[in-house]
């Protein structure tokens, strides 16, 4: 049984593009969670999504950051015109409902140069 | 959210317990208390969790005081791969068994020595 799969696990991006985490939750898990962790930081909320809802997005900063989790295919955050200060470990978990335990994936560590 | 507190790090010889405190006064009755790891470069891993009762599994033990104000997780034998962030969260559940998602804190450093 596969776990919760983050790709890619590593993104270099120059200030100004666009960087796009994918995260595949566990099989029957419809419940996706987004955490970022800062370096020497602690990890956030950033955004819970089930199958084509967003439930909370009290941790997503208001501009550039946008998730998604369609019918299909993997749940996406999306960072527009990346800055320095997106440099983090993104972490994506999943839970199969809400309330249920929730499992991490490895995560993607993004660098913007 | 209730919040915890944990030692900011602790050490432990390998092939040792390792008795990981957390302080949670402010807990409320429909509190689950969790606790995940975080190795280095790695995501967090889940470890254990439980309402009022101790809790056994096959990575840890979890003691919950009968106050429910403190627990301890227990590793019965440490090993040099243990050594993580250990993180004590309180998940707050609602009546109709929904829950808010994780709120981590800074965790305890474990150090596990050979």
């Known amino acids: 049984n596969a776990g919760v799969m983050q790709n890619p696990r590593h993104l270099v991006r120059r200030r100004g593009q666009e960087a796009r985490l994918r995260c595949s939750p566990m099989?029957?898990?419809?419940?996706v969670y987004w955490y970022r962790q800062l370096p020497e930081e602690g990890l956030k909320f950033m955004v819970y999504?089930?199958?084509?809802?967003?439930?909370?997005e009290s941790g997503m900063p208001k501009e550039r950051f946008s998730a998604e989790f369609p019918k299909e295919g993997p749940s996406i955050l999306r960072i527009q015109q990346v800055v320095r200060g997106d440099s983090a470990a993104y972490f994506c978990?999943?839970?199969?409902?809400?309330?249920?335990?929730?499992?991490f994936g490895e995560g993607s560590w993004l660098t913007v140069v | 959210d209730a919040k915890t507190t944990q030692p900011n790090s602790m050490e432990s010889n390998e092939e040792e317990p390792v008795h990981l405190p957390c302080n949670h006064s402010t807990i409320s009755g429909t509190d689950y208390i969790h606790w995940y790891r975080q190795l280095p470069s790695q995501g967090p891993e889940y470890v254990i969790h439980g309402l009022t009762s101790n809790v056994n599994n096959r990575m840890a033990s979890l003691a919950i005081a009968e106050d429910r104000k403190s627990s301890t997780l227990i590793l019965h034998r440490a090993t040099l791969r243990d050594a993580a962030v250990y993180y004590c969260i309180l998940r707050v559940y609602g009546s109709s068994g929904s829950a808010r998602q994780l709120t981590f804190g800074s965790g305890t450093q474990l150090t596990v020595l050979p």
């Open positions: 999504l089930q199958k084509e809802n967003i439930i909370d």
């Open positions: 099989k029957g898990h419809s419940h």
């Open positions: 978990a999943s839970s199969p409902s809400q309330g249920n335990t929730i499992y």
